[in-house]
Structures are given as structure tokens and as C-alpha cells.
């Protein structure tokens, strides 16, 4: 990662003198800037460089505390891009891990920011925005209505590395369910309740999932029996097989305001479509009851049936030729009465 120069962003030193010398703790840093708290502290540890408009907004802060200006306001174009930069790149390794396809990873976590950015009101004031995204992206990825898509019927080539591979084939091996427990709680690392709520079950039975999936991914993959070798493996898989977002989160708010857009114009159309049927029904459907004619009643009101009137002098004539010559001509054409 390429760092940028001392006249943007201050050295990581002179960051943790500004951070000691202001007034904001960490967490109003991260509220300020819309990063997750463990964003903040690489920034000033010097582990990560901002990226992105939350270069600009760090900078921007770091010399509101040393000048004691107050810096703009966070748009929500800016912090949703922070999230995107920090949550995609982990998202997707997890997702990854989960269904064994890139292609469907990626497309899972870009499902998942698309609908934050469509709610990102609930998202933006919810206490755990990148818990809220993971859980939707997990809920994308392993959805069964994958299997009747036509390019995830054929499964991707194994990873080159053959711990990966060993590793990834125990994962796909256990139930979906037991899968998602294993990753949130040895890779993503969180704790048996937050595993628990995460995937919508009780401790107990979280706990008696963890144990089921270690002990079968101990079964086929011994080297990594041990839980700290299962969390390195989970938590930093090997270079290669690191799969990174497919595209900035400007294309991901762009696709998703499109897609935004189509369904709000099919809601549109499909009630339009409703009323249009409800107005002809009510004015083709009749507005009074008509009770049924009983056996046996008189028909009235009918007009009498009109006799054929007397035949033209013409008319007579031509009856009387057809009368005359109706047995002339060969004797074939008569019928004969057996």
C-alpha cells in the first residue's frame, strides 16, 4: 500500500501526538469520520493509510484538534465509502469461505452494500453498521436459491495452495448453518452470544455447533485441530486466494440507485396495472341484484313470431318449374322409395 506524502496526511507520530493532545477520544473520531473505531486505530498506529474521501476527512480532523476549527460535516456519499473500503475486502474473504466461489462472493457483498446504501438511514445510526452489513452478506451467500442460477452450477477450481484447498474442502463439507457459526467465531472472532444472535439460535445450541464443526473439520484436516491455527487460517487466508471487491463504492451506490430506481418503476407500473383492472371491473360489473326467473312463469313482453308473407308472381312461377321438372332427366337422379 503506497502511503501518502506528509503534506496530506501527518506522520503516524505527530497523529498520536494530535490524538493525545485533542479533545475527542477515539470513539467520537470514528462517529465523526462514520469508520468503525478499529479503523481509527490503525490510522493513528500507523498499521493502515486512509483511503479515499477518508484520507481528506482525517486530515480534516487531525487539524481540527490541533487548530481547534471546526471540521465539515461527514456526507453520507463519504461514509459509506469508509465502510465499503474497510467492511468489503473481509466481507468477501468470509463470503469466500462460506460458498467456496469468488464470482458468487462478490456478487453477495455487493448485494449486501447495495441494500445498506438503499436503507442507509437504518444503517447509518445503527451500533454495529458493519455487523449489520456481514449478516445481510452471509444471509446472500449462502441462499439456496443459488443452486438454480445456471453459472454457479459448475464448481470453481480449487485453490492452488493445498492447505486452502484442504481447509476449504472441510468447510463446504459441513451444513450451511455449522459453516456460518465456524467463520463468525474463529475467523470473524466474535463471541458465543454475538455468534449466537448472528445466526439466530440460542447459545447452547451455538456452542453445540462450534464443537460439531470443529471436531469435523479436525477429521479431514488435522493441522488445523488446534483453534489458533483455525483462526489464522480463517481470519488471513493465503495471498493468493485473497479475494478483493469487484469495484469502487461509487459503482456499488450507482448500481444500486439503478436498481432502486427499476423496482420503484415496476411497483409503479404493477399498481397502475391493479387500479386499471378494479376501475373496468367496477364499471363492467353490475351494480344491482337480479333475482332468478322461477319454473313455470310466463314469459313476457315477447314480440309474436311473423309469418312469411304471400309468395311474388315470380316466385310463383319458379315453384311451379321446380314442381314440374323435379322427376325429368335420367332415371339415377330420381330416388327410389324401398
Not at 481547534?68 to 453520507?76: S, V
Request: charged share 25%; glycine share 6%; aromatic share 6%.
Amino acid at each position: 500500500m503506497t502511503r501518502r506524502p506528509a503534506s496530506t496526511l501527518p506522520a503516524p507520530e505527530e497523529r498520536r501526538r494530535l490524538r493525545e493532545a485533542g479533545s475527542l477520544t477515539r470513539t467520537q473520531v470514528a462517529e465523526r469520520l462514520g469508520v468503525p473505531l478499529e479503523t481509527v486505530c490503525a490510522w493513528e498506529t500507523g498499521r493502515s493509510v486512509p483511503r479515499g474521501e477518508g484520507r481528506r476527512e482525517y486530515a480534516r480532523l487531525l487539524a481540527e484538534l490541533a487548530t481547534g476549527t471546526p471540521a465539515p460535516p461527514l456526507t453520507a456519499h463519504q461514509a459509506f465509502d469508509g465502510l465499503y473500503e474497510f467492511c468489503a475486502p473481509a466481507l468477501v474473504r468470509q463470503a469466500y469461505l462460506l460458498t467456496g466461489r469468488r464470482d458468487l462472493a462478490h456478487d453477495a457483498v455487493e448485494r449486501a452494500f447495495q441494500l445498506a446504501w438503499q436503507r442507509w438511514p437504518e444503517v447509518a445510526v445503527d451500533p454495529d453498521p458493519a455487523g449489520w452489513i456481514r449478516a445481510l452478506a452471509h444471509d446472500c451467500a449462502l441462499s439456496p436459491w443459488h443452486r438454480f442460477r445456471r453459472r454457479y452450477r459448475h464448481a470453481e477450481p480449487p485453490p492452488a495452495n493445498p492447505s486452502d484447498r484442504l481447509l476449504l474442502h472441510a468447510l463446504l463439507g459441513l451444513p450451511p448453518v455449522h459453516r456460518r457459526t465456524l467463520v463468525l467465531y474463529d475467523g470473524v472472532g466474535l463471541g458465543l452470544p454475538e455468534t449466537a444472535a448472528e445466526t439466530e439460535a440460542s447459545t447452547l445450541a451455538t456452542a453445540g455447533r462450534l464443537l460439531r464443526a470443529r471436531r469435523a473439520v479436525a477429521a479431514v484436516a488435522p493441522e488445523f485441530a488446534d483453534p489458533e491455527a483455525l483462526h489464522r487460517a480463517l481470519a488471513e487466508p493465503a495471498a493468493p486466494q485473497r479475494p478483493q471487491p469487484s469495484g469502487p463504492p461509487s459503482s456499488v451506490r450507482v448500481r444500486s440507485e439503478r436498481l432502486s430506481r427499476r423496482w420503484n418503476g415496476a411497483a409503479i407500473a404493477l399498481t397502475g396495472a391493479v387500479v386499471g383492472a378494479t376501475a373496468l371491473t367496477l364499471g363492467t360489473a353490475p351494480d344491482h341484484y337480479e333475482a332468478p326467473v322461477p319454473r313455470g312463469t310466463a314469459i313476457r313482453d315477447v314480440p309474436a313470431r311473423a309469418a312469411q308473407g304471400p309468395l311474388s308472381a315470380e316466385q310463383l312461377r319458379l315453384r311451379a318449374k321446380l314442381r314440374a321438372q323435379a322427376h325429368s332427366g335420367p332415371t339415377r337422379v330420381a330416388p327410389q322409395a324401398r
